[in-house]
């Protein structure tokens, strides 16, 4: 028998819904109220899943937070902040955008922060190091801020080696290093940006979110602030999987945990009509890398005018996957086919802003 | 001026990161600044710190921080003189939504 638990973190706290079978789904909440929960990270230890949250008060600042009882209780350390800017630096922490587990090492915790910023913890996520190779680059001063700040939100180890990472940003676009964080090249090329004069910039691409094919590591997918993308050389160049798409605006991307292929979008119209296309919330997912899509999403509502945000969907390890998604009017859909229906697990939150999902024994 | 000691009230919302007190005092034996009334208050308890200022010692933008009913942002901040006596509060600013 496993549990399945879901953590929606939202604009004024946090939700936790369990279930042992995906259909009945007790749901807990809320934790931290009226503090804002933008990032949630599984990592899984030997003792089992330990999850690692942001949480930013309008008032009291961000911080982190663990729970190594899924999410019953949390701790905090009494005597330091888990990531403090270094002096030299003259910056200070505003949100913890992001939270992965490392693929090699059950130590390794990786943060991507605002202002944009990657930290590695090796102790589990007490304590983070400013990765400096990041923080000195040269780009970095030009990168700018996307309407919710400028951050580093999406961070993708590669599972077969260690020294090799990609991050994207917005704005500034997709960056990776081959020499474990010491150097940092831009892997942009192909990805259009529509509002800067030059349509292919080497950065500043307002990128959203970028998910890894699990069967071939090297084969990325990237939606983009317009654009829906593909990479088969590591990102090395980017090639447009739009055609088929009812829009190419959007914020999420999510892959199959083990089957190669296979992807899911969560659209919306453009980026100045942020609602679901027709005003039907709904999936579009491709099997075949983005080839062709198909539209996905019995029983999401219509008429809808939300939207979901970057990492405000999730999908689980079961062997027929389960998607989850969260929109900013409170409403968390969960699919227990792979997208083909949902129903509707927790209702009337405040704005979702992070999904991830943990299957426990 | 003499020495002598300085009061810091804190919100509800700050008990559990002071060691579960809602004031704490601080002694001051000579001419100091909010900053250093702070720096002292905080000396054993770095996470109400972390909760009033930022790494890089501003006060968080929503707090708001009174010497004797004054608002230091009118003054002079964290340079604000504090004197022996004196009354510190701190507050969450009106924010939200």
């Given at each position: 028998m496993t549990s399945t638990v879901v953590a929606v973190g939202t604009r004024k706290g946090l939700w936790l819904a369990r279930s042992d079978n995906r259909r009945d789904w007790v749901v807990e909440g809320p934790q931290f109220l009226m503090r804002e929960v933008p990032s949630i990270g599984v990592v899984p230890r030997p003792e089992g899943v330990r999850l690692i949250a942001g949480f930013r008060s309008e008032h009291w600042g961000p911080t982190m937070l663990h729970s190594d009882d899924l999410g019953a209780s949390w701790h905090e350390r009494?005597?330091?902040?888990a990531i403090t800017f270094p002096d030299d630096t003259g910056a200070a922490l505003a949100r913890v955008w992001q939270v992965t587990a490392d693929p090699h090492d059950p130590d390794v915790v990786w943060a991507g922060t605002e202002p944009h910023a990657l930290w590695r913890s090796a102790d589990g996520g007490a304590s983070f190091e400013l990765v400096r190779g990041l923080w000195d680059h040269p780009h970095r001063p030009l990168w700018g801020e996307g309407f919710g700040g400028g951050a580093i939100h999406t961070i993708l180890p590669d599972p077969q080696d260690a020294d090799r990472m990609l991050v994207a940003m917005s704005t500034g676009g997709v960056y990776a290093t081959t020499d474990g964080g010491a150097t940092w090249q831009p892997r942009n090329k192909g990805i259009e940006a529509r509002?800067?004069?030059?349509?292919?910039?080497e950065f500043g691409q307002c990128v959203h979110k970028v998910a890894r094919d699990p069967a071939t590591p090297s084969r990325l997918y990237l939606q983009c602030h317009h654009g829906v993308y593909r990479s088969d050389d590591d990102a090395g160049s980017w090639q447009s999987i739009a055609d088929g798409l009812p829009t190419d605006f959007g914020f999420t991307v999510l892959t199959h945990p083990r089957r190669g292929g296979s992807l899911w979008l969560v659209p919306v119209m453009a980026d100045s009509e942020r609602i679901p296309p027709g005003g039907q919330l709904q999936l579009q997912h491709s099997d075949d890398a983005g080839d062709t899509w198909q539209t996905q999403g019995q029983g999401l509502p219509h008429p809808s005018y939300t939207c979901v945000l970057r990492d405000a969907a999730a999908i689980d390890t079961h062997d027929q996957a389960g998607l989850y998604v969260g929109t900013r009017n409170g409403d968390v859909f969960a699919s227990t086919d792979e997208g083909a229906s949902f129903t509707r697990i927790i209702e009337q939150l405040p704005d979702v802003l992070c999904v991830r999902v943990a299957v426990v024994p | 001026m003499t020495s002598g000691r300085v009061r810091i009230l804190l919100p509800g919302v700050l008990r559990d990161d002071a060691g579960g007190v809602s004031e704490l005092g601080v002694e001051v034996v000579a001419a100091t600044t909010l900053r250093g009334v702070l720096d002292a208050a905080t000396r054993t308890c770095p996470r109400l710190d972390v909760r009033m200022r930022d790494e890089t010692g501003a006060l968080r933008r929503h707090v708001n921080v009174f010497v004797n009913g004054e608002d230091v942002r009118r003054g002079a901040g964290l340079e604000t003189p504090v004197d022996a006596g004196a009354v510190v509060h701190v507050l969450p600013a009106v924010s939200g939504g």
């Open positions: 009494p005597d330091a902040a509002y800067v004069p030059d349509p292919f910039p | -």
